[in-house]
T-cell receptor, first 113, second 112 residues
Framework: DVKVTQSSRYLVKRTGEKVFLECVQD?????MFWYRQDPGLGLRLIYF???????EKGDIPEGYSVSREKKERFSLILESASTNQTSMYLC????????????FGPGTRLTVL | KQEVTQIPAALSVPEGENLVLNCSFTDSAIYNLQWFRQDPGKGLTSLLL?????REQTSGRLNASLDKSSGRSTLYIAASQPGDSATYLC???????????FGKGITLSVRP
């Protein structure tokens, strides 16, 4: 079975802190994604990567950056956390293109105080 | 721009009922459609993926259909159980930038 893991289930940070969210997949998938999920707004794509060291902006990249140094690991970085970044963050991976299922991690509930 | 709509936002049914969850999308030029389940505070679990060339997919008590030309998909759940209570999301893949576009989900409650 494909496994996507995220470094923390719950995280509490202070405004202005630099925050790292880590995601690891174990199935050699090409594509990896970071979403945030908020009540009433659904899932929104922040960034995605289709290869090592490659990244593409999603729908809401402002205030975030990403890093993919190894194929299995995709990191989301909040350079200076703000209260409006309090959310559920979900990582996902997919092998290749249209025929492939997208798999999600368990999520990280981030609270910024 | 692709938009995915799921109505109603919430549904409550008695145990044992057969039910249908609806999903509609605005751009019929899709490669596939995927149904997910999400339990409270958890990640998404893939239930079924239907390719654009397919009309339906089945897994156990679940059956998903796709009518690409009309921009609609349904998820049929047979003999619902309390354990089916969750939020069900549909998502379409249009190929543009390899992104899935998600609906906001239907929160299902199955009453014992």
């Amino acid at each position: 079975d494909v496994k996507v893991t995220q470094s923390s289930r719950y995280l509490v940070k202070r405004t202005g802190e630099k925050v790292f969210l880590e995601c690891v997949q174990d199935m050699d998938h090409e594509n990896m994604f970071w979403y945030r999920q908020d009540p009433g707004l659904g899932l929104r794509l922040i960034y995605f990567s289709y290869d090592v060291k490659m990244k593409e902006k999603g729908d809401i990249p402002e205030g975030y950056s990403v890093s993919r140094e190894k194929k299995e690991r995709f990191s989301l970085i909040l350079e200076s956390a703000s209260t409006n970044q309090t959310s559920m963050y979900l990582c996902a991976s997919r092998l290749g293109g249209a025929a492939d299922t997208q798999y999600f991690g368990p999520g990280t509930r981030l609270t910024v105080l | 721009k692709q938009e995915v709509t799921q109505i109603p936002a919430a549904l409550s049914v008695p145990e044992g009922e057969n039910l249908v969850l609806n999903c509609s999308f605005t751009d019929s030029a899709i490669y596939n459609l995927q149904w997910f389940r999400q339990d409270p505070g958890k990640g998404l679990t893939s239930l079924l993926l239907i390719q654009s060339s397919q009309r339906e997919q089945t897994s156990g008590r679940l059956n998903a259909s796709l009518d690409k030309s009309s921009g609609r998909s349904t998820l049929y759940i047979a003999a619902s159980q309390p354990g089916d209570s969750a939020t069900y999301l549909c998502a379409v893949y249009t190929g543009a930038n390899s992104k899935l576009t998600f609906g906001k989900g239907i929160t299902l409650s199955v009453r014992p």
